[in-house]
T-cell receptor, first 108, second 114 residues
Framework: GEDVEQSLFLSVREGDSSVINCTYT??????LYWYKQEPGAGLQLLTY?????DMKQDQRLTVLLNKKDKHLSLRIADTQTGDSAIYFCAEKESDMRFGAGTRLTVKP | NAGVTQTPKFQVLKTGQSMTLQCAQD?????MYWYRQDPGMGLRLIYY???????DKGEVPNGYNVSRLNKREFSLRLESAAPSQTSVYFC?????????????FGEGSRLTVL
């Protein structure tokens, strides 16, 4: 099957930038997504990028897509304690497949 | 806005007991899904329903059954619960056709099987 892989943990200091990385294997993915899960809650879409784009910026969030290397990243600028959560990378061609999630811890 | 509503939020079962997780969405979405979330494994698709009246197996369907009762409701049934089914279950829905295909999730149902 197709896999989506991401590291499980990331710790940063408040005010620093966070970069969460993801690799995927399905080259026919139409959309790639970043979802955020706060404690005790379901996943919420943070941002997504269409496969023919290589960058998308939305306020403090920057998504970079390298299709050749099948690599997706999420950069959060000026990371705040409220950004502490689990971030899931996902790809979709026919159905949506998720990575295991990266737990971001923001230290004051 | 209710979005996707799941019940119950918490449940403890003994091995062999049965139960049904309920899910309802009020966004007029055609597609609905059941996922399970386990530590270090992300979300895995159990079953999905592309439209009212249809259901299909996902990645991990064994031990589960589903019913798409109508366009709004999609239930997940465990006929004979096993400890391996201890997990957090999420229902989700999405619009089909054009668009990003974003999934809208419920808040989850935490199930423990003893």
């Amino acid at each position: 099957g197709e896999d989506v892989e991401q590291s499980l943990f990331l710790s940063v200091r408040e005010g620093d930038s966070s970069v969460i990385n993801c690799t995927y294997t399905d080259s026919s993915s139409t959309y790639l997504y970043w979802y955020k899960q706060e404690p005790g809650a379901g996943l919420q879409l943070l941002t997504y990028i269409f496969s023919n784009m290589d960058m998308k910026q939305d306020q403090r969030l920057t998504v970079l897509l390298n299709k050749k290397d099948k690599h997706l990243s999420l950069r959060i600028a000026d990371t705040q304690t409220g950004d502490s959560a689990i971030y899931f990378c996902a790809e979709k061609e026919s159905d949506m497949r998720f990575g295991a999630g990266t737990r971001l811890t923001v230290k004051p | 806005n209710a979005g996707v509503t799941q019940t119950p939020k918490f449940q403890v079962l003994k091995t062999g007991q049965s139960m049904t997780l309920q899910c309802a969405q009020d966004m007029n979405h055609n597609s609905m899904y059941w996922y399970r979330q386990d530590p270090g494994m992300g979300l895995r698709l159990i079953y999905y329903s592309a439209s009212e009246g249809t259901t299909d197996k996902g990645e991990v369907p064994n031990g589960y059954n589903v019913s798409r009762l109508n366009k709004r409701e999609f239930s997940l049934r465990l006929e004979s619960a096993a400890p391996s089914q201890t997990s957090v279950y999420f229902c989700a829905s999405s619009r089909t056709g054009e668009g990003s295909g974003e999934l809208f999730f419920g808040e989850g149902s935490r199930l423990t099987v003893l």
